[in-house]
């Protein structure tokens, strides 16, 4: 089995139809009916039920379409994962963030990274810790900045930053918007909630919060910006647990503090075992004073 040959059967599936299946990949039609019946000729089973309406799958070509897919998409996964690694190959200095974790401070960072202003290249990743610890295990990532919780101290290095407090924030219009404080998940759990996907630490958060008190969250959107988020909050069309302080530029969001207190605790994170992490550990203790630090370990 070729490659091209499951290229062009998924896209066929995909499409339902050979002749938009060839548009799409710009081949002519005979190219994409060949490398089909040579599948079938190579497995010796029809994969589609050819009719005057076009095509079904047989029991067969759905198991092929299924599985195709899959291999399919994690073809496309290492292409963008090597095309990343080129990129992040060509940096001085790569570094990471979660979105909560970097709002505000990365600009500084980056200002206390330059010293001077001589024009240093840094790479900026935004995302999951999950997919932070992953690229510094695999050596993409020199540092990041992450919520530093349950992080395996054999592993990683961590120096700590301040913890951040989070609050409740509702649009000005919200009957929540002149409480005093947020007594409890039961009082807001009917509210419209704009949340940050799952692969985010945060969400982890906020969801253990309404699963102390035993509620159940409205999630009406996940979102993977701060931007997103906000944009949810300053409509009116949802609530949401922030940092205080990321809404400070949206005058018509009122931040609510928790009577159960919730923090972020982040702080610089880089692999034990990297070569540079003598190095490193110098450097991010410079940073971390530059931005206010807390303790390491």
Known sequence: M???QLQYFCAACRYKNITRAAEALHV?????????????NEFG???LDRNERGFVLTPDGEYLYREG????????????????????????????????????????LYRTLDGEGGGLSVHLVEGGRPRLLHMLDENLLDFALMPVDDLPADEYGVIGLD?????????????????ERIESAAQIAGTPLALFDDKFYFTSLVL???RRQEQTPR???YAAQIFSVLEFVGEGAA???????LASAWPQIAEIPLAEPMALKTGFVWKRSSAKAPELEREISRLAGALGKAGSR
Not at 31 to 39: D, E, K, M, R, T
Not at 70 to 98: H, P
Not at 239 to 245: E, S
Request: with cysteine; proline share 3%.
């Open 239 to 245: 609530a949401a647990f922030l940092c205080r302080g």
């Open 69 to 108: 897919r899959a291999l399919l998409g994690q073809s496309d996964a290492i292409v963008e994962t090597m095309a990343e690694r080129k990129r992040l190959g060509s940096a001085v200095l790569r570094f990471g963030s979660t979105p909560m974790a970097g709002a505000g401070i990365t600009q500084k």
């Open 45 to 47: 089973m029809a994969l």
């Open 28 to 40: 002519s039609q005979p190219s994409v009916s060949l490398a089909i019946q040579a599948l079938e």
């Open 2 to 4: 070729k490659f091209f």
């Open 219 to 221: 999630i009406v959107c």
């Open 208 to 210: 253990d919060y309404f």
């Open 163 to 179: 913890s951040k407090e989070v609050v409740f924030c509702v649009h000005e219009t919200s009957p929540l918007a002149g409480a």
